[in-house]
């Protein structure tokens, strides 16, 4: 499969990164010479420090054969219109990053399907509305709601998490200490699909014990995840009904826009004219501030410690982690930093920043769906696992409708979460037969979402 990359920003290097360990023919082009040059030398990729709406640089890339064109230069108009030529030069399919919402409302798509742009991608608005989700439920780390009233939560296990019962009497975490099989002959209506442990992710088994300091990722549907709270002794964490978010940025915007309106929201803001802008992009229910995030004064006067969630949204992911470990010192328990450096990543998650949202990974999440030649309807590339979660839809005879799950032969390191039939989210075992029609969530740690897609095509 060939690839080229228009931009080498940090989206364009994290998807150049990202590919070439998938021995894909990759060719990265863009104006620096500085940019570029460390990624030659770094990466087995072609690079061509041209200008990409240079049609002579595209034919040169060999645009004609290409399979998929990706434009994440930071000009909106330069990627529509490298996407246009790259079209109209051959490329099988192309991606335009863009800044504008109004290009992704639905009576709109034709005009770039006609145009020939196969997909837009806004990794702002893919990530507001992640931090929408995770921010609503102060127990959990991510939340991901997939078709059928299906969900994959991460919670992290706490020891000094006990189980209040409704009589008063106080018992230990119930699912520290003991294994999935155990767990699961409980009756529960639930699987762990992972566990990350000591930096390593885990597909466990049934002997797997669940672990102080785990983060485990449940797959259940949404009428069981008040079980899940429970038994992860997390009863006592709040309801979220007030957020603040510290940094005014196009993400904050954004975010504001996901979060549900009946939750109270402030942004604060040290730039004065940046507020302005703010009152007429939020909505009607967020109070813009104009300050510093560090000024502890103002963050009392506004209502720090009675915060249930912060988000912290700066252009400094330093500034974002230390805010939210100063927010968790506080007692606010739920904290989102957005950190776009992945080498800062185990760092948040050791200092207990409770969700890391990283807006290259969100979009490339999105990109890398294009590369499956199965037909997914949505791919999740997990910042604080090495793992992927995708939903794949199962074809007419596919190998994966001609078995149960545990005949079809998936790798060990693959694990089939549940499914969507006729609308309705379920579980599985290993005894399902899967149908063709038939949504399946599954669960990769490491690279694997193209050694198991031939599965489902």
Not at 12 to 40: F, Q, Y
Request: aromatic fraction near 6%; charged fraction near 25%; include cysteine.
């Amino acid at each position: 499969m060939k690839i080229i990359i228009a931009g080498a920003g940090a989206v364009g290097t994290h998807l150049a990164r990202m590919l070439s360990k998938e021995n894909l023919d990759i060719v990265l082009i863009d104006p620096s010479e500085e940019r570029l040059s460390k990624l030659d030398n770094e990466l087995d990729i072609m690079v061509l420090v041209q200008e990409p709406t240079s049609i002579s640089a595209l034919k040169q890339a060999g645009i004609e054969s290409a399979d998929l064109f990706i434009a994440v230069t930071p000009q909106e108009s330069e990627n529509l219109t490298c996407c246009m030529l790259a079209k109209q030069l051959g490329a099988r399919q192309t991606v335009a990053r863009i800044d504008n919402y109004e290009y992704l409302e639905q009576e709109n798509a034709h005009l770039f399907t006609q145009a020939g742009i196969s997909s837009l991608v806004y990794p702002e608005k893919l990530a507001g509305q992640e931090i929408a989700a995770s921010a609503t439920y102060s127990w959990v780390r991510q939340w991901w709601d997939f078709d059928g009233n299906l969900v994959l939560i991460s919670v992290k296990m706490h020891k000094r998490s006990p189980v209040v019962n409704k009589d008063g009497s106080v018992e230990p975490n119930l699912l520290l200490g003991r294994t999935l099989r155990d767990i699961g002959q409980d009756g529960h209506h639930f699987h762990v699909v992972a566990i990350k442990r000591h930096g390593e992710t885990i597909i466990p088994y049934g002997e797997e014990k669940i672990l102080p300091q785990d983060l485990v990722f449940f797959m259940a549907q949404r009428s069981e995840v008040n079980i899940i709270r429970h038994l992860c002794g997390k009863d006592n964490y709040p309801q979220v009904k007030h957020i603040m978010i510290l940094g005014g940025s196009k993400l904050a915007v954004r975010a504001d826009w996901a979060i549900p309106d009946n939750i109270s929201l402030k942004i604060i803001e040290p730039d004065i004219a940046r507020c302005e802008e703010l009152g007429c992009l939020t909505k009607e229910r967020t109070l813009i501030i104009n300050g510093e995030g560090f000024d502890v004064d103002l963050l009392r006067d506004e209502g720090f410690e009675h915060l249930e969630a912060f988000v912290a949204l700066t252009p400094n992911d330093e500034t974002n982690i230390l805010a939210c470990v100063a927010a968790r010192r506080s007692g606010v328990r739920k904290t989102i930093a957005q950190v776009e450096n992945l080498a800062y990543l185990d760092m948040a998650e050791a200092l207990d920043v409770g969700t890391v949202i990283n807006k290259k990974m969100v979009a490339a999440s999105h990109i890398y769906r294009m590369l499956l030649k199965a037909d997914v309807d949505n791919v999740k590339m997990l910042t604080v696992a090495d793992a992927d979660v995708a939903e794949f839809v199962v074809k007419e005879g596919s190998r994966a409708a001609k078995s149960t799950i545990k005949d079809i032969g998936i790798p060990r390191e693959v694990n089939i979460g549940g499914m969507i039939r006729n609308g309705k989210g379920m579980l599985v075992s290993g005894q399902t037969q899967l149908q063709a029609g038939d949504k399946v969530v599954v669960f990769c740690a490491g690279n694997m979402l193209h050694h198991i897609e031939k599965y489902f095509k």
